[in-house]
């Protein structure tokens, strides 16, 4: 379906998209000062999956539909920046986990998962850069569906890739502070702040948006 070129030239621009930081890294993060790796990379899967989900909005023309739809967009918009603050103060109000108890990682996986998930889903920002980035690369005289999941794809494989990374990585450093136990408290915080400090951002960012459209 593609040439050669064309899926290196999307794959390289993916893979500059995603290494930039941004609010799935964050949330990653945060996962993984929670709860340790596996917290993470559950965490990781999640928010692919969600950014699957996306591209298969955008095959099926939904994402064309919050384009279109103030109402739609601010509704999800700010469904997802409820959630947010919903993770960001229960765990700013948890409490350590207490000896005996199984891990938080080990108790919550699935759960880390299913809240990536809803994350992502819940960011319409997502599925309008996938409606504004993907078409750069679709051929006109061809069906549109296979080659937004075509490209869909390779941007979930290399978006996956560099999550796992980061959540190895910040699960190092949950692990560093679960062996500190002084820290456990400020560890549960640090997870708080950082699903805050999302929600700031994605309603600061959508005021952006709307304000310039």
């Known amino acids: 379906m593609y040439e050669s070129t064309t899926l290196f030239a999307f794959a390289v621009a993916s893979l500059v998209l995603v290494l930039l930081p941004g609010p799935n890294s964050l949330f990653i993060l945060g996962a993984g000062i929670s709860g340790g790796r596996r917290h993470a990379l559950a965490a990781a899967v999640g928010v692919e999956l969600g950014t699957m989900a996306h591209v298969l909005a955008a095959a099926l023309g939904l994402s064309a539909l919050l384009q279109s739809s103030a109402v739609a967009f601010s509704t999800i918009k700010y469904l997802g920046v409820a959630y947010l603050v919903y993770?960001?103060?229960?765990?700013?109000r948890s409490k350590p986990d207490e000896p005996g108890e199984a891990p938080h990682g080990q108790r919550s996986?699935?759960?880390?998962?299913?809240n990536g998930t809803l994350v992502n889903v819940l960011n319409p920002k997502v599925s309008l850069f996938f409606l504004a980035f993907l078409p750069q690369f679709i051929d006109p005289d061809r069906a549109a569906t296979p080659q937004i999941l075509l490209l869909g794809t390779v941007f979930?494989?290399?978006?996956l890739t560099m999550d796992l990374f980061y959540a190895i990585a910040s699960g190092a450093v949950g692990r560093w502070l679960a062996r500190r136990p002084t820290l456990l408290r400020q560890q549960q915080r640090a997870a708080g702040v950082i699903y805050l400090a999302l929600a700031a951002l994605a309603a600061t960012q959508g005021s952006r948006m709307s304000n310039s459209t």
């Open 156 to 159: 979930f494989a290399i978006a």
């Open 87 to 92: 993770l960001g103060v229960r765990a700013l």
């Open 109 to 114: 996986a699935l759960a880390s998962m299913r």
